[in-house]
Protein backbone atom coordinates (compact mmCIF):
# COMPACT_ATOMS: atom_id res chain seq x y z
CA UNK A 1 0.00 0.00 0.00
CA UNK A 2 2.78 2.75 0.69
CA UNK A 3 4.76 1.68 -2.18
CA UNK A 4 1.11 2.36 -4.28
CA UNK A 5 1.20 5.68 -2.16
CA UNK A 6 5.18 6.98 -2.95
CA UNK A 7 4.48 5.99 -7.21
CA UNK A 8 0.85 7.13 -7.34
CA UNK A 9 0.35 9.80 -9.71
CA UNK A 10 -0.52 13.34 -8.39
CA UNK A 11 -4.43 14.58 -8.93
CA UNK A 12 -6.96 15.97 -6.51
CA UNK A 13 -8.82 13.96 -3.55
CA UNK A 14 -11.27 14.89 -1.38
CA UNK A 15 -10.33 15.54 1.73
CA UNK A 16 -12.20 14.10 4.84
CA UNK A 17 -12.82 15.07 8.70
CA UNK A 18 -10.44 12.53 10.16
CA UNK A 19 -9.03 14.36 13.66
CA UNK A 20 -5.33 14.74 13.55
CA UNK A 21 -3.07 12.62 15.11
CA UNK A 22 0.07 13.90 17.54
CA UNK A 23 3.17 12.54 16.32
CA UNK A 24 4.77 12.47 19.40
CA UNK A 25 4.75 10.89 23.07
CA UNK A 26 5.57 11.16 26.69
CA UNK A 27 6.62 8.64 28.02
CA UNK A 28 4.42 7.29 30.97
CA UNK A 29 7.05 4.94 32.50
CA UNK A 30 4.82 1.59 33.35
CA UNK A 31 6.08 -1.20 34.86
CA UNK A 32 4.94 -4.26 34.55
CA UNK A 33 5.02 -4.51 38.32
CA UNK A 34 1.74 -3.22 38.10
CA UNK A 35 -0.03 -6.07 36.90
CA UNK A 36 1.28 -8.65 39.41
CA UNK A 37 0.08 -12.25 38.39
CA UNK A 38 -2.78 -10.88 35.52
CA UNK A 39 0.11 -9.90 33.13
CA UNK A 40 -1.07 -12.63 31.27
CA UNK A 41 -4.19 -10.58 30.77
CA UNK A 42 -4.26 -6.70 30.64
CA UNK A 43 -7.60 -6.38 28.72
CA UNK A 44 -9.42 -3.80 30.51
CA UNK A 45 -12.32 -3.48 28.76
CA UNK A 46 -14.32 -5.44 26.54
CA UNK A 47 -16.84 -3.75 23.51
CA UNK A 48 -18.73 -6.64 22.32
CA UNK A 49 -16.13 -9.02 20.84
CA UNK A 50 -13.19 -6.19 20.86
CA UNK A 51 -10.92 -5.81 23.21
CA UNK A 52 -8.80 -2.94 24.52
CA UNK A 53 -5.89 -3.38 26.49
CA UNK A 54 -3.62 -1.60 29.30
CA UNK A 55 -1.17 -1.12 26.24
CA UNK A 56 -3.57 0.65 23.95
CA UNK A 57 -4.73 2.93 26.77
CA UNK A 58 -1.38 3.85 28.15
CA UNK A 59 -0.49 4.48 24.29
CA UNK A 60 -3.52 6.70 23.81
CA UNK A 61 -3.55 8.42 26.75
CA UNK A 62 0.48 9.20 26.10
CA UNK A 63 -0.99 10.77 22.66
CA UNK A 64 -3.57 13.20 24.71
CA UNK A 65 -0.46 13.74 27.12
CA UNK A 66 1.62 14.77 23.88
CA UNK A 67 -0.55 17.28 22.98
CA UNK A 68 -1.00 19.38 26.22
CA UNK A 69 1.12 22.07 27.19
CA UNK A 70 3.50 22.37 29.77
CA UNK A 71 1.28 23.58 32.35
CA UNK A 72 -1.46 21.00 31.89
CA UNK A 73 1.09 18.40 31.84
CA UNK A 74 2.68 19.62 35.23
CA UNK A 75 -0.73 19.39 36.41
CA UNK A 76 -1.20 15.87 35.27
CA UNK A 77 1.98 14.91 37.48
CA UNK A 78 1.14 16.93 40.70
CA UNK A 79 -2.83 16.25 41.12
CA UNK A 80 -4.06 12.95 41.02
CA UNK A 81 -7.29 14.09 39.84
CA UNK A 82 -6.22 15.42 36.95
CA UNK A 83 -4.76 12.49 35.77
CA UNK A 84 -8.11 10.33 37.10
CA UNK A 85 -9.99 12.81 34.75
CA UNK A 86 -7.93 11.97 31.88
CA UNK A 87 -7.55 8.06 32.25
CA UNK A 88 -11.64 8.10 32.29
CA UNK A 89 -11.31 10.50 29.35
CA UNK A 90 -9.21 8.32 27.24
CA UNK A 91 -11.17 5.42 27.95
CA UNK A 92 -14.50 6.69 27.28
CA UNK A 93 -13.76 7.71 23.98
CA UNK A 94 -11.63 4.72 23.07
CA UNK A 95 -14.65 2.80 23.97
CA UNK A 96 -17.23 5.04 21.70
CA UNK A 97 -14.69 4.46 19.12
CA UNK A 98 -14.83 1.05 19.46
CA UNK A 99 -18.34 0.43 19.39
CA UNK A 100 -18.27 2.09 15.96
CA UNK A 101 -15.73 0.24 14.33
CA UNK A 102 -17.60 -2.95 15.24
CA UNK A 103 -20.14 -1.73 14.15
CA UNK A 104 -18.48 -1.04 10.71
CA UNK A 105 -17.53 -4.65 10.49
CA UNK A 106 -21.26 -5.90 10.95
CA UNK A 107 -22.39 -3.53 8.17
CA UNK A 108 -19.08 -5.16 5.85
CA UNK A 109 -17.47 -1.39 5.07
CA UNK A 110 -14.24 -2.05 3.71
CA UNK A 111 -11.65 0.84 3.21
CA UNK A 112 -9.03 -0.35 0.51
CA UNK A 113 -5.34 0.63 0.15
CA UNK A 114 -5.66 3.56 -1.81
CA UNK A 115 -8.20 5.28 -0.19
CA UNK A 116 -5.53 5.05 2.48
CA UNK A 117 -3.19 6.40 0.10
CA UNK A 118 -5.15 9.26 -0.67
CA UNK A 119 -6.12 10.07 3.14
CA UNK A 120 -1.91 10.31 4.04
CA UNK A 121 -1.76 12.26 0.68
CA UNK A 122 -4.03 14.84 1.74
CA UNK A 123 -2.42 15.56 5.48
CA UNK A 124 -0.30 18.41 5.03
CA UNK A 125 2.33 17.37 7.76
CA UNK A 126 3.42 15.13 5.12
CA UNK A 127 3.35 17.26 2.47
CA UNK A 128 6.28 19.75 0.98
CA UNK A 129 6.16 22.83 -0.84
CA UNK A 130 2.42 21.75 -1.53
CA UNK A 131 3.58 17.93 -2.91
CA UNK A 132 3.36 14.75 -0.63
CA UNK A 133 6.77 14.04 0.55
CA UNK A 134 7.77 10.17 0.93
CA UNK A 135 10.84 11.47 2.75
CA UNK A 136 9.04 13.87 4.97
CA UNK A 137 6.47 10.87 5.76
CA UNK A 138 8.94 8.23 6.81
CA UNK A 139 10.85 10.93 9.26
CA UNK A 140 7.47 11.81 10.83
CA UNK A 141 6.87 8.50 11.93
CA UNK A 142 10.12 7.35 13.12
CA UNK A 143 9.51 10.09 15.43
CA UNK A 144 6.22 9.46 16.28
CA UNK A 145 7.09 5.51 17.52
CA UNK A 146 4.34 4.40 14.67
CA UNK A 147 5.13 2.10 12.14
CA UNK A 148 3.79 1.87 8.68
CA UNK A 149 1.62 -0.58 9.55
CA UNK A 150 0.13 0.97 12.74
CA UNK A 151 -0.45 4.66 11.56
CA UNK A 152 -2.52 2.45 8.63
CA UNK A 153 -4.59 0.56 10.96
CA UNK A 154 -5.27 3.81 13.09
CA UNK A 155 -6.54 5.58 9.62
CA UNK A 156 -8.29 3.15 8.43
CA UNK A 157 -9.90 2.86 12.08
CA UNK A 158 -10.39 6.56 11.80
CA UNK A 159 -12.37 6.40 7.74
CA UNK A 160 -14.84 3.46 9.21
CA UNK A 161 -15.63 5.55 12.23
CA UNK A 162 -16.94 8.24 10.10
CA UNK A 163 -18.55 5.60 7.54
CA UNK A 164 -20.81 4.70 10.81
CA UNK A 165 -21.37 8.15 12.00
CA UNK A 166 -21.20 10.50 9.12
CA UNK A 167 -24.93 9.98 8.31
CA UNK A 168 -26.00 10.20 11.78
CA UNK A 169 -24.27 13.36 12.59
CA UNK A 170 -25.36 15.05 9.66
CA UNK A 171 -27.13 18.10 9.99
CA UNK A 172 -31.20 17.98 10.84
CA UNK A 173 -33.40 20.23 8.40
CA UNK A 174 -36.36 20.97 10.86
CA UNK A 175 -39.23 22.39 9.19
CA UNK A 176 -40.23 25.86 8.77
CA UNK A 177 -43.95 25.38 10.82
CA UNK A 178 -41.70 23.68 13.71
CA UNK A 179 -39.60 26.96 13.57
CA UNK A 180 -41.85 29.05 13.48
CA UNK A 181 -44.31 27.71 16.29
CA UNK A 182 -40.69 27.23 18.86
CA UNK A 183 -40.57 31.22 17.99
CA UNK A 184 -43.66 32.07 18.62
CA UNK A 185 -44.28 30.06 21.66
CA UNK A 186 -40.57 31.89 22.83
CA UNK A 187 -41.07 35.07 22.11
CA UNK A 188 -44.86 35.95 22.43
CA UNK A 189 -45.94 38.32 25.43
CA UNK A 190 -48.99 37.81 27.97
CA UNK A 191 -51.08 40.59 29.60
CA UNK A 192 -51.61 39.67 33.14
CA UNK A 193 -53.37 40.75 36.03
CA UNK A 194 -51.55 39.52 39.53
CA UNK A 195 -51.45 40.67 43.06
CA UNK A 196 -49.37 39.36 45.80
CA UNK A 197 -50.56 38.12 49.52
CA UNK A 198 -47.41 38.54 51.72
CA UNK A 199 -47.29 36.31 54.55
CA UNK A 200 -45.60 39.03 56.36
CA UNK A 201 -48.86 41.41 56.18
CA UNK A 202 -50.81 38.98 58.71
CA UNK A 203 -49.75 38.85 62.43
CA UNK A 204 -49.17 35.44 64.69
CA UNK A 205 -49.80 35.61 68.19
CA UNK A 206 -47.81 32.69 70.35
CA UNK A 207 -48.49 29.43 70.36
CA UNK A 208 -49.49 27.36 73.25
CA UNK A 209 -47.77 24.02 74.04
CA UNK A 210 -50.77 22.21 72.84
CA UNK A 211 -50.55 23.73 68.82
CA UNK A 212 -46.55 23.48 69.01
CA UNK A 213 -46.65 19.68 69.60
CA UNK A 214 -49.39 19.27 67.21
CA UNK A 215 -47.24 21.54 64.77
CA UNK A 216 -43.92 19.14 65.38
CA UNK A 217 -46.36 15.96 64.90
CA UNK A 218 -46.60 17.37 61.11
CA UNK A 219 -43.85 18.75 60.67
CA UNK A 220 -41.13 16.92 63.13
CA UNK A 221 -37.44 17.22 62.61
CA UNK A 222 -35.33 13.98 61.70
CA UNK A 223 -31.31 13.55 62.39
CA UNK A 224 -29.86 11.34 59.69
CA UNK A 225 -27.80 8.49 60.50
CA UNK A 226 -24.20 9.18 60.95
CA UNK A 227 -21.25 7.32 61.25
CA UNK A 228 -17.51 7.10 62.98
CA UNK A 229 -14.72 5.88 61.18
CA UNK A 230 -10.98 5.26 61.90
CA UNK A 231 -7.95 3.61 59.65
CA UNK A 232 -4.69 3.05 59.27
CA UNK A 233 -2.55 4.78 56.70
CA UNK A 234 0.73 2.83 55.40
CA UNK A 235 2.39 5.74 53.33
CA UNK A 236 3.86 4.80 50.01
CA UNK A 237 4.48 6.34 46.22
CA UNK A 238 2.11 3.63 44.61
CA UNK A 239 3.95 4.75 41.11
CA UNK A 240 7.27 3.33 42.29
CA UNK A 241 7.60 -0.33 42.24
CA UNK A 242 9.79 -0.29 45.51
CA UNK A 243 7.34 1.77 47.73
CA UNK A 244 4.76 0.61 46.62
CA UNK A 245 6.47 -3.63 47.15
CA UNK A 246 7.48 -2.12 50.95
CA UNK A 247 4.41 -0.60 51.74
CA UNK A 248 2.14 -3.69 50.71
CA UNK A 249 4.29 -5.94 52.91
CA UNK A 250 3.55 -3.87 55.91
CA UNK A 251 -0.28 -3.65 55.21
CA UNK A 252 -0.06 -7.02 55.19
CA UNK A 253 1.44 -7.58 58.42
CA UNK A 254 -1.31 -4.70 60.11
CA UNK A 255 -3.91 -6.60 58.70
CA UNK A 256 -2.68 -10.22 60.18
CA UNK A 257 -2.34 -8.27 63.79
CA UNK A 258 -5.70 -6.72 63.81
CA UNK A 259 -6.94 -10.13 62.88
CA UNK A 260 -5.26 -11.20 65.91
CA UNK A 261 -7.46 -8.50 67.75
CA UNK A 262 -4.86 -5.87 68.11
CA UNK A 263 -6.25 -2.33 68.57
CA UNK A 264 -5.94 -0.31 64.94
CA UNK A 265 -3.80 2.63 67.44
CA UNK A 266 -1.47 -0.13 68.41
CA UNK A 267 -0.93 -1.48 65.12
CA UNK A 268 -0.07 2.33 64.03
CA UNK A 269 2.65 2.52 66.42
CA UNK A 270 4.40 -0.93 65.86
CA UNK A 271 4.88 -0.79 62.13
CA UNK A 272 5.44 2.99 61.84
CA UNK A 273 1.88 3.43 60.50
CA UNK A 274 -0.62 6.54 60.85
CA UNK A 275 -3.77 6.29 62.84
CA UNK A 276 -6.65 8.67 61.62
CA UNK A 277 -9.77 8.90 63.71
CA UNK A 278 -12.52 10.71 61.28
CA UNK A 279 -15.02 13.24 62.86
CA UNK A 280 -18.97 11.52 62.94
CA UNK A 281 -20.39 11.99 59.38
CA UNK A 282 -23.92 11.78 57.51
CA UNK A 283 -24.15 10.15 53.99
CA UNK A 284 -24.54 14.11 52.42
CA UNK A 285 -21.70 15.69 54.12
CA UNK A 286 -18.42 13.59 53.41
CA UNK A 287 -15.60 13.82 55.58
CA UNK A 288 -12.53 16.23 55.06
CA UNK A 289 -10.14 14.00 54.96
CA UNK A 290 -7.20 13.84 51.41
CA UNK A 291 -7.11 10.09 51.75
CA UNK A 292 -10.49 8.76 51.94
CA UNK A 293 -12.18 8.88 47.76
CA UNK A 294 -16.04 9.02 47.47
CA UNK A 295 -15.63 5.96 46.54
CA UNK A 296 -13.81 4.77 49.80
CA UNK A 297 -16.79 6.52 51.84
CA UNK A 298 -19.10 5.78 50.02
CA UNK A 299 -18.17 1.71 51.17
CA UNK A 300 -18.85 2.86 54.77
CA UNK A 301 -22.37 2.97 54.49
CA UNK A 302 -22.31 -1.11 53.30
CA UNK A 303 -20.31 -1.86 56.92
CA UNK A 304 -21.57 -2.69 60.10
CA UNK A 305 -20.72 -1.32 63.25
CA UNK A 306 -17.38 -2.67 64.77
CA UNK A 307 -15.92 -4.27 60.77
CA UNK A 308 -13.07 -3.77 59.34
CA UNK A 309 -12.24 -3.26 55.60
CA UNK A 310 -10.19 -5.44 53.26
CA UNK A 311 -6.50 -3.62 52.35
CA UNK A 312 -7.73 -0.64 50.02
CA UNK A 313 -5.33 1.50 48.02
CA UNK A 314 -5.13 5.18 47.72
CA UNK A 315 -3.51 7.66 45.93
CA UNK A 316 -1.53 8.44 49.26
CA UNK A 317 -0.99 4.90 50.00
CA UNK A 318 -2.70 1.24 51.66
CA UNK A 319 -5.43 1.16 54.42
CA UNK A 320 -7.43 -0.43 56.34
CA UNK A 321 -10.62 1.21 57.48
CA UNK A 322 -13.31 0.63 60.09
CA UNK A 323 -16.65 1.42 61.16
CA UNK A 324 -15.95 2.47 64.03
CA UNK A 325 -19.79 3.52 65.86
CA UNK A 326 -23.34 3.62 63.90
CA UNK A 327 -25.40 6.49 65.24
CA UNK A 328 -28.98 5.24 64.01
CA UNK A 329 -31.42 8.10 62.00
CA UNK A 330 -33.52 9.74 64.71
CA UNK A 331 -36.67 11.78 65.61
CA UNK A 332 -35.67 14.53 67.65
CA UNK A 333 -37.41 15.10 71.09
CA UNK A 334 -39.76 17.96 71.30
CA UNK A 335 -38.57 20.05 74.39
CA UNK A 336 -34.66 20.06 72.44
CA UNK A 337 -36.50 22.02 69.36
CA UNK A 338 -39.24 23.98 71.13
CA UNK A 339 -37.66 27.17 71.11
CA UNK A 340 -36.97 26.73 67.82
CA UNK A 341 -40.33 25.81 66.35
CA UNK A 342 -42.47 29.43 67.85
CA UNK A 343 -40.88 30.91 64.72
CA UNK A 344 -42.06 28.33 62.30
CA UNK A 345 -45.48 28.14 64.16
CA UNK A 346 -45.47 32.02 63.41
CA UNK A 347 -44.34 31.53 59.65
CA UNK A 348 -46.75 28.58 59.05
CA UNK A 349 -49.81 30.51 61.08
CA UNK A 350 -49.30 33.72 58.45
CA UNK A 351 -49.00 31.31 55.47
CA UNK A 352 -52.54 29.83 56.21
CA UNK A 353 -54.21 33.31 56.83
CA UNK A 354 -52.28 34.34 53.43
CA UNK A 355 -53.75 31.32 51.66
CA UNK A 356 -57.63 32.21 53.03
CA UNK A 357 -56.89 35.53 51.34
CA UNK A 358 -55.73 34.64 48.31
CA UNK A 359 -58.36 32.29 47.86
CA UNK A 360 -61.04 35.32 48.74
CA UNK A 361 -59.51 37.36 45.82
CA UNK A 362 -59.93 34.12 43.79
CA UNK A 363 -63.40 33.69 44.45
CA UNK A 364 -64.24 37.28 43.77
CA UNK A 365 -62.57 37.48 40.29
CA UNK A 366 -63.83 34.57 39.15
CA UNK A 367 -67.43 35.76 40.32
CA UNK A 368 -67.12 39.46 39.17
CA UNK A 369 -64.19 39.32 37.21
CA UNK A 370 -62.50 41.91 39.30
CA UNK A 371 -59.38 41.10 41.02
CA UNK A 372 -58.82 44.10 43.94
CA UNK A 373 -55.51 45.89 43.51
CA UNK A 374 -54.52 44.32 41.45
CA UNK A 375 -50.90 45.37 39.12
CA UNK A 376 -51.66 44.91 35.55
CA UNK A 377 -48.29 43.76 32.93
CA UNK A 378 -47.02 42.60 29.37
CA UNK A 379 -44.81 40.20 30.23
CA UNK A 380 -42.61 37.69 28.63
CA UNK A 381 -41.25 34.23 29.55
CA UNK A 382 -38.41 36.16 31.79
CA UNK A 383 -39.46 39.67 32.70
CA UNK A 384 -42.28 41.53 34.12
CA UNK A 385 -43.03 39.95 37.25
CA UNK A 386 -41.80 37.13 39.83
CA UNK A 387 -40.15 34.39 38.54
CA UNK A 388 -43.05 31.60 39.86
CA UNK A 389 -45.98 34.20 38.52
CA UNK A 390 -43.75 33.94 34.67
CA UNK A 391 -43.42 30.00 35.67
CA UNK A 392 -47.45 29.74 35.94
CA UNK A 393 -48.24 32.01 33.22
CA UNK A 394 -46.66 30.14 30.70
CA UNK A 395 -47.97 26.79 31.68
CA UNK A 396 -51.33 27.81 31.77
CA UNK A 397 -54.32 28.86 28.79
CA UNK A 398 -55.27 32.48 28.62
CA UNK A 399 -58.16 33.53 30.63
CA UNK A 400 -56.92 31.05 33.38
CA UNK A 401 -57.08 32.49 36.59
CA UNK A 402 -55.49 31.27 39.64
CA UNK A 403 -53.36 31.02 42.76
CA UNK A 404 -48.97 30.71 42.65
CA UNK A 405 -47.49 29.38 45.62
CA UNK A 406 -43.95 31.34 46.34
CA UNK A 407 -41.39 31.42 48.70
CA UNK A 408 -42.85 34.44 50.51
CA UNK A 409 -46.18 35.07 49.25
CA UNK A 410 -49.39 34.06 47.28
CA UNK A 411 -50.23 35.59 44.17
CA UNK A 412 -53.76 35.65 42.38
CA UNK A 413 -53.20 35.75 38.38
CA UNK A 414 -55.35 35.83 35.76
CA UNK A 415 -54.24 35.75 32.46
CA UNK A 416 -55.81 37.92 30.08
CA UNK A 417 -54.60 37.57 26.44
CA UNK A 418 -51.56 36.65 24.31
CA UNK A 419 -49.73 39.04 21.54
CA UNK A 420 -47.83 37.51 18.76
CA UNK A 421 -44.07 38.20 18.32
CA UNK A 422 -43.06 40.53 15.46
CA UNK A 423 -40.77 38.05 12.53
CA UNK A 424 -36.95 38.83 13.46
CA UNK A 425 -34.71 37.22 11.05
CA UNK A 426 -31.90 36.99 13.09
CA UNK A 427 -33.74 35.59 16.27
CA UNK A 428 -35.81 32.70 13.56
CA UNK A 429 -32.29 32.02 12.68
CA UNK A 430 -31.17 31.23 16.56
CA UNK A 431 -33.97 29.32 17.23
CA UNK A 432 -33.78 26.97 13.93
CA UNK A 433 -30.33 26.77 14.74
CA UNK A 434 -31.09 25.59 18.42
CA UNK A 435 -34.04 22.82 16.66
CA UNK A 436 -31.49 21.94 14.47
CA UNK A 437 -28.40 21.01 17.22
CA UNK A 438 -31.10 19.66 20.03
CA UNK A 439 -32.60 17.14 16.85
CA UNK A 440 -28.64 16.23 16.18
CA UNK A 441 -27.99 15.41 19.60
CA UNK A 442 -31.39 13.56 20.27
CA UNK A 443 -30.63 10.79 16.85
CA UNK A 444 -26.90 10.76 18.30
CA UNK A 445 -27.95 9.54 21.92
CA UNK A 446 -30.33 7.07 20.07
CA UNK A 447 -27.88 6.16 18.57
CA UNK A 448 -25.45 5.64 21.07
CA UNK A 449 -28.07 4.12 22.94
CA UNK A 450 -28.21 1.11 20.30
CA UNK A 451 -24.76 0.70 19.84
CA UNK A 452 -24.00 0.46 23.72
CA UNK A 453 -27.05 -2.46 23.83
CA UNK A 454 -26.00 -4.08 20.70
CA UNK A 455 -22.13 -4.02 21.97
CA UNK A 456 -22.10 -4.33 25.48
CA UNK A 457 -19.20 -2.82 27.49
CA UNK A 458 -17.57 -5.34 30.07
CA UNK A 459 -15.08 -4.36 32.99
CA UNK A 460 -12.41 -6.49 33.86
CA UNK A 461 -12.39 -5.70 37.30
CA UNK A 462 -9.18 -7.14 38.23
CA UNK A 463 -7.05 -5.65 35.81
CA UNK A 464 -9.25 -2.66 36.03
CA UNK A 465 -8.97 -2.21 40.02
CA UNK A 466 -4.77 -2.25 39.95
CA UNK A 467 -4.66 0.19 37.30
CA UNK A 468 -6.58 2.86 38.58
CA UNK A 469 -6.55 2.07 42.40
CA UNK A 470 -8.27 4.47 44.85
Known amino acids: M ?36 VAGDNTLIRVGDAEITYQQFSLERNREMAAMTREQQRAFYADPMVADQLAKKVLSNMTSQRMAENRA ?5 VVSDARIAREIRSFPEFQENGQFSALLFDSVLNNSGYTEAQFAA ?39 DFVAVKFGDF ?47 TIIKIED ?90 RDAQKKQAYVRANELLVDLNKDGVLSGAKSASVSRTTGAPIDVLNAVFNNSV ?12 YVLRIKSEKTPQPDAKKMADVRKGLETSSGVTIMDDYNSFLIREYPVRVNEKVFNRVFAK
Do not use: C
Not at 230 to 239: F, K, T
Open 203 to 249: KAGNPTDEELRAFYAQNPRTVPEFRSVSYVLVPAEMEKPDSYDKGYE
Open 2 to 37: LEYLRNAAEKPVAKFLIALLAFSFVGWGVAEWIFGN
Open 399 to 410: ETNTIVPSADAF
Open 105 to 109: DDLGF
Open 154 to 192: VLRNQVLRTMVLGAVVAPVKVPEFVVKSVYNAHYALRDI
Open 257 to 346: DVIAGETFEDVAKKHGAKYVSVKPFSSDKRPSDDVLSDKIVAGFWDMDEGVESEIVETKKGFIIARVDKIIPAHTEEFESVKQELVADWK
